[in-house]
């Protein structure tokens, strides 16, 4: 079945600078890839997501990446802001299983 | 609106006891999901669902089964709890590719079992 690995499990960004979250996945069959934010005390929800037919696709302050042969994606904040502290979900579906990463909680320094 | 809800937000249940966990969604979805969050863990899917009576199992589905016997609700239970159960645990709900793909989740269920 579909691993999704996600790294780090925590960050820490003065507020103005980027972050990034990598994760990388295990099944070739796998053909979306979403970014889900988790603030605290509520549900998950979705932030940008990416085909497996596109390279990068971008929304404002934040942008996806993927690497289809290195099975790779990347989450990218720049101009971070307080409101970006969360936990942010990385997942991968292959087959309508949806499976997602660890979490990485991002905690951004005023 | 779209809604996914999950019949409790606070559960406790004793040691032994069969528990059920519903969720239903009124988006038309095929897809459903049971997971459960536990720091440090993520998101584990335990069972998913892409079509009525039709039930997958996920990467932890020991003590637990799944019933759909309609589009709209799906429904996880735990056989006998046990307190390594003590979680909390997501529904989520998403359609096919040609209908986009992102899936909403319910408000979650915290259920310690003691």
């Known amino acids: 079945g579909e691993n999704v690995e996600q790294h780090p499990s925590t960050l820490s960004v003065q507020e103005g600078d980027s972050a990034v979250i990598k994760c990388t996945y295990s099944d070739s069959a796998s053909n979306y890839f979403p970014w889900y934010k988790q603030e605290l005390g509520k549900r998950p929800q979705l932030i940008i997501d990416i085909r497996s037919n596109v390279g990068e696709k971008k929304d404002q302050r934040i942008a996806v990446t993927l690497n289809k042969t290195a099975k790779h994606f990347s989450l990218h904040i720049t101009e971070t802001q307080p409101e970006d502290s969360a936990v942010y979900f990385c997942?991968?579906?292959?087959?309508?299983?949806?499976?997602f990463g660890t979490g990485t909680r991002l905690t951004i320094i005023p | 609106d779209v809604k996914v809800t999950q019949s409790s937000r606070y559960l406790v249940k004793r040691t032994g006891e069969k528990v059920f966990l519903e969720c239903v969604q009124d988006?038309?979805?095929?897809?459903m999901f049971w997971y459960r969050q536990d720091p440090g863990l993520g998101l584990r899917l335990i069972y998913f669902?892409?079509?009525?009576?039709?039930?997958e199992k996920g990467d932890i589905p020991e003590g637990y089964s799944v019933s759909r016997e309609k589009k709209e609700r799906f429904s996880l239970i735990l056989e006998s709890a046990s307190t390594n159960q003590t979680s909390m645990y997501l529904c989520?709900?998403?359609?096919?590719?040609?209908?986009?793909?992102?899936?909403?989740f319910g408000q979650g269920t915290r259920l310690t079992v003691v």
């Open positions: 989520a709900s998403s359609s096919f590719e040609d209908r986009g793909r992102e899936a909403f």
């Open positions: 997942a991968a579906i292959g087959n309508e299983k949806l499976t």
């Open positions: 669902s892409y079509d009525v009576k039709m039930k």
């Open positions: 988006m038309d979805h095929e897809n």
